[in-house]
């Protein structure tokens, strides 16, 4: 809301920021965590489409996240395909999955479709650690190649900070575009009221198929990034536990804003590297944190940094103002 | 053995197990009523119940008989802190908010009885002694009684409770119009405190019962907390009964699951079920499909 009408602006700053972190960054250890941040920005934009603007909660988005990063690395894997034709076959089928869940799927409401949504997380979870002969089980996949594309080959992480954060930016200005278009309007009016959206024309199972499908395709991006990045998937990474982080860094972020996402995906990759030095004492400091968070900023992260931010400069506005009139500028 | 006495084995393995499940089903059904709130830290109260009498009993040197009770009422205590603490102070905002407060006070209390009570498993002994019973060529453990006894005996007293005591119809009236309610005289704080403490004590009372046929540790609340929040959506969300049966029958075809398909698939065959059953019946077996208001 705070960048709207410079939403532009605001993307470039983003955009010239994302280029130059790498430079001023003092080793790779940060390249690293930016990295896998960018897969959670990726992964939460998405979601936050579904939860924030549609109003529909789904607690079962790792399994689309696994199911792209196991596709593309099976396929080029055991397979040898080539790099692009796995991650194309990947992104198609956990879209193709994500319809056929969909359908069914969002005739649930409210608490039933989150059961829903988790019902079949933790089935395509259990798939992966049962499938042994396809997935090589709880021990995982191995000797998954390196992103390719065209002969070249993204090896080093500043190489893959640029891939991944490009796609951030494709994925981020999408978003900005459809929130705003006629589509972006239905599904706020559908998170409003649902039956009222109806009764107003919108043709509301249509449109929320849509948005739990393109959010399914945003964390099937996500994963093949991932799977090509680490080389290497483990169904740990795609278990409850990673789909309820992704529900916490959309509403810690902000719901409904494009920007809160990339906050809570960032904020909550940082947090346990950050907690790391205080060893077991981390997960209460880290518990601690979400709950103050919560407590203390209604709006998350995007929210409280835009108050921040006027509050700030309403106090060197006053403080100018104070200077210049020899009194107190109250207001 | 024969087949016959197999599927009853299964089936009273699956009761035994599903009897906690609907005990942490009850425990979600109680505070959603009240709230709208989906606790994720639930089932934290189950493991909590379990890992603390085993505490009491390996380094407090408290009796059994008084190492249980002392767990419940431990847990109970916390459900209320919990309440206090973090759900009181923030009445009005979006539940939402509140779901993703009781995830970081699950992450809290998981933390906290790693903590305290490290990383290794643990196992309570059994409430009584004696070897198995036969009955119908399928073996019955003496726990296994004392569990489907305790739960039985506990929604009982949630029946008596809700239906014949002040505070009981109060707790109703609140899940039904929390502002009517609450013109209607009726202390809606204290209401969703008793509320959280009510989950807290059949949660911990879940999890000591069980402590004894399956092993415990700081981390099994996640799981139990899923298969909990899958029972009561099977049984209809807010339905106290159907949490119960909803865990039992949940318990059942995880365990027929095993048997019949295979030990790795269980969970997926009663979450595929699960989903059948959701996308005919949408509001679970007991669920009344209620108006939306627009």
């Known amino acids: 809301m705070g960048f709207r009408g410079g939403h532009n602006a605001g993307v470039l700053a983003f955009a010239v920021a994302a280029a130059l972190v790498p430079f001023a960054l003092p080793n790779d250890y940060y390249l690293t965590v930016l990295i896998v941040g960018g897969f959670h920005t990726i992964l939460v934009i998405g979601l936050n489409l579904l939860m924030g603007y549609a109003g529909q909660v789904s607690l079962g988005h790792a399994a689309f996240y696994g199911l792209a990063a196991y596709t593309t690395g099976i396929l080029t894997g055991t397979h040898q395909w080539p790099v692009p034709a796995g991650i194309a076959v990947a992104l198609a089928l956990s879209t193709a999955v994500a319809w056929l869940i969909a359908v069914p799927t969002l005739k649930l409401r409210g608490n039933y479709l989150a059961m829903g949504t988790l019902g079949f997380g933790i089935i395509v979870y259990i798939v992966f650690n049962e499938a042994t002969s396809l997935t090589g089980g709880p021990s995982g996949f191995t000797g998954i190649p390196k992103l390719s594309f065209a002969g070249k080959v993204f090896s080093s992480d500043r190489e893959y900070y640029y891939v991944v954060w490009g796609a951030v930016l494709l994925l981020l200005v999408l978003s900005q575009n459809l929130v705003r278009s006629r589509m972006g309007r239905a599904l706020r009016a559908i998170h409003t009221s649902e039956t009222a959206a109806a009764v107003l024309g919108v043709d509301t199972n249509r449109y929320k198929i849509f948005v739990f499908v393109l959010s399914a395709f945003y964390a099937a991006v996500a994963g093949v990034l991932y799977a090509h990045y680490v080389t290497f998937v483990s169904p740990g990474s795609f278990g409850f536990h990673t789909s309820v982080q992704l529900v916490t860094m959309v509403v810690l972020g902000g719901m409904a804003s494009i920007w809160g996402a990339v906050l809570g995906a960032l904020f909550l990759t940082f947090l346990p590297e950050a907690l790391r030095a205080i060893e077991n004492f981390d997960i209460l400091v880290y518990g601690a944190i979400l709950i103050l968070c919560m407590m203390f900023l209604p709006g998350g992260l995007a929210d409280g940094a835009r108050k921040g931010w006027d509050a700030a400069a309403g106090l060197v506005r006053r403080g100018t103002h104070g200077a210049g009139a020899g009194k107190g500028g109250g207001r | ?294």
Not at chain 2, 5 to 34: H, R
Not at chain 2, 64 to 76: R, W
Not at chain 2, 180 to 204: R, W
Not at chain 2, 236 to 246: E, K, Y
Request: aromatic fraction near 8%; charged fraction near 10%.
């Open chain 2, 1 to 294: 053995m024969t087949a016959a006495s197999a599927l009853l084995q299964y089936v009273i393995s699956g009761v035994t197990v599903g009897a906690t499940y609907g005990l942490t089903a009850l425990g979600f059904t109680v505070i959603y009523n009240t709230t709208e709130i989906i606790n994720f830290a639930q089932g934290e109260f189950v493991m909590l119940g379990g890992m603390l009498a085993v505490f009491a009993l390996r380094w407090g040197g408290v009796p059994l008989p008084l190492a249980v009770p002392l767990a419940v009422l431990i847990v109970t205590a916390v459900g209320v802190l919990v309440d206090r603490v973090t759900i009181r102070p923030m009445r009005g905002r979006s539940t939402l908010t509140l779901i993703i407060i009781t995830i970081g006070m699950s992450i809290l209390l998981r933390g906290g009885a790693m903590l305290l009570f490290g990383k290794d498993t643990f196992s309570l002994p059994a409430f009584s002694p004696g070897g198995p019973i036969e009955i119908g060529g399928a073996t019955v453990l003496p726990q296994t009684l004392w569990v489907v006894g305790i739960t039985l005996l506990t929604v009982a007293g949630m029946k008596v409770f809700f239906e014949r005591t002040l505070s009981g119809k109060a707790m109703l009236a609140c899940a039904c119009d929390r502002k009517a309610a609450s013109l209607m005289g009726i202390h809606v704080d204290s209401m969703v405190t008793l509320s959280f403490a009510f989950s807290a004590l059949v949660g911990a009372l879940g999890g000591v019962i069980l402590a004894p046929i399956t092993l415990t540790a700081y981390d099994v609340g996640i799981l139990l907390g899923v298969k909990g929040f899958a029972a009561c959506i099977l049984g209809g969300l807010g339905n106290p009964f159907g949490a119960v049966v909803g865990g039992v029958i949940l318990g059942v075809l995880e365990s027929l699951g095993a048997g019949l398909v295979s030990s790795g698939y269980k969970d997926a065959v009663a979450f595929v079920i699960l989903l059948g059953l959701l996308f005919v019946r949408p509001s679970g077996l007991f669920g009344a499909s209620r108006a939306e208001r627009v």
